[in-house]
Structures are given as C-alpha cells and as structure tokens.
Nanobody, 123 residues
Framework: QVQLVESGGGLVQAGGSLRLSCAAS????????MGWFRQAPGKEREFVAA???????YLADSVKGRFTISRDNAKNTVFLQMNSLKPGDTAVYYC?????????????????WGQGTQVTVSS
C-alpha cells in the first residue's frame, strides 16, 4: 500500500510558476512509476507527466517546454515544476503511482492516487 500526499498548489497569475510535491509512504518508492494528472471542472482526468524507475520522463504535448517532472528517491518524493502557467492549466492536480516498469499515460493503469491539489491560474 502506498499513500500519496500532494502539496504546493495555489493561485498564481498567468506566466507565473508553481512547484508541486508529492510525498509517498513506504519503502519501495523507487520501484514505482510516478505520474501527474489533472482534472478541470467538467473534463476528464488527463495525463500531464510521468517519470519512470530509471528517471525517464514523459510530458503531455500541452506542457512540453513549460513543465518538468523529477523524483528524489531518497526522500520518497516526486515533483512537478510548472513554469509559464496559463489559465488553461487550472485544474486539480493529482499524483499517482504505478507498480511495474512500464510508463503509461492512462489514469486507469495507476494503482495509487493522492487527494489532489488545486492549481488556479488567473489571467
């Protein structure tokens, strides 16, 4: 069982930056693929970024060049650095963990989820 707790959300003006953190419980953090997803009101949950066990990273086209995902296995934490934020980035951001080596972008493939953190970007 893995428990995930996100932090770092908030209100920011367009063009600003935020850094989300996701702290995981357990001693096997390094064995999980970690992902970030987001869900805006009235929309489906969508993939944002993922990082594999070998630190390979994957980003949605909509955030490439603006967002960066990283992980610190010693601290059981995954980060999402978000720069040049746009109003369209407004959503609840969720951290997720997936057992096994394959990185996927499908929410249903992830086994554990955090409670989410709100990110609001004002124009």
């Amino acid at each position: 069982q893995v428990q995930l707790v996100e932090s770092g959300g908030g209100l920011v003006q367009a063009g600003g930056s935020l850094r989300l953190s996701c702290a995981a419980s357990g001693r096997t953090f390094s064995s999980y693929v970690m992902g970030w997803f987001r869900q805006a009101p009235g929309k489906e949950r969508e993939f944002v970024a993922a990082i594999g066990r070998s630190y390979s990273t994957y980003l949605a086209d909509s955030v490439k060049g603006r967002f960066t995902i990283s992980r610190d296995n010693a601290k059981n934490t995954v980060f999402l650095q978000m720069n040049s934020l746009k109003p369209g980035d407004t959503a609840v951001y969720y951290c997720a963990a997936r057992g096994g080596p394959v990185v996927t972008t499908t929410p249903g493939d992830y086994d554990y989820w955090g409670q989410g953190t709100q990110v609001t970007v004002s124009s």
